[in-house]
Nanobody
């Protein structure tokens, strides 16, 4: 069982940058691919970024590619998401997710989820 807790969300201005953190407990994340998804009101959960368990190249969603960096520190059981040049369209609840020894862009493939952290971008 992996428990994930996100932090770092809040109200920011358009053009600002934001760094989200996701800390895991209950198990080491070293064999998990770690991902971020987001969900805006009335919309489906959207893939943002993923860092594979085998340390391959990160994957990014089309909406954030070029503005976003995912990183992981397995010694701290933590994964990070840095998003630059925030836009109002980035407003959403951001979720951290873990998938055991698989990599996917689909939410259905992930085994564990955090409760989410709200990011609101004011224009």
């Amino acid at each position: 069982q992996v428990r994930l807790i996100e932090s770092g969300g809040g109200l920011v201005q358009a053009g600002d940058s934001l760094k989200l953190s996701c800390t895991a407990s209950g198990s080491s994340i070293s064999r998990y691919s770690m991902a971020w998804f987001r969900q805006a009101p009335g919309q489906d959960r959207e893939f943002v970024a993923a860092a594979s368990w085998f340390r391959g190249s990160p994957n990014y969603g089309d909406a954030v590619r070029g503005r976003c960096t995912i990183s992981r520190d397995d010694t701290k059981n933590t994964v990070f998401l840095h998003v630059a040049s925030l836009e109002s369209e980035d407003t959403a609840v951001y979720y951290c997710a873990a998938a055991y020894q698989k990599i996917s862009l689909s939410p259905a493939s992930y085994d564990y989820w955090g409760q989410g952290t709200q990011v609101t971008v004011s224009s």
